[in-house]
């Protein structure tokens, strides 16, 4: 009876975790540094979720590109916060600690696109 139980218990367990990451979308963030110097860059979602995370940042090299593909929740609303490595005081977007305002540095997750983002100096 309790081997019945359990077998339930986690056959319910899976189909839960299957439907949860079905609801997940992959989309792509396509970006271009055109700046002289490297930069950092960071995705942040909604209820504090942040790509890569972990206090960790993606480096993009001098006058390179870079495509990042994300998992994010459909119509999830990404922004994006760059900065010049080992100067977070020249910046775009919403900032190396998601603090700063903006009218063009977010997207919203939909499923198999790709938001384009063109860093500047």
Not at 5 to 23: D, I, Q, T
Not at 88 to 96: A, K, L, Q
């Amino acid at each position: 009876m309790i081997r019945i139980f359990l077998s339930r218990l986690l056959a319910c367990a899976l189909v839960l975790a299957a439907a949860g990451a079905a609801h997940a979308d992959g989309m792509a963030i396509f970006i271009k540094n055109g700046h002289s110097r490297a930069i950092a860059i960071e995705l942040h979602g909604s209820g504090g979720k942040a790509w890569p995370g972990d206090d960790q940042v993606y480096m993009i090299e001098k006058k390179m590109q870079k495509s990042i593909p994300i998992e994010c929740e459909p119509a999830e609303k990404i922004c994006y916060g760059a900065w010049l490595m080992g100067d977070d005081r020249t910046h775009w977007g919403v900032g190396p600690d998601n603090t700063m305002s903006c009218t063009d540095c977010c997207t919203t997750c939909v499923a198999k696109s790709t938001f384009q983002i063109s860093l500047q100096p």
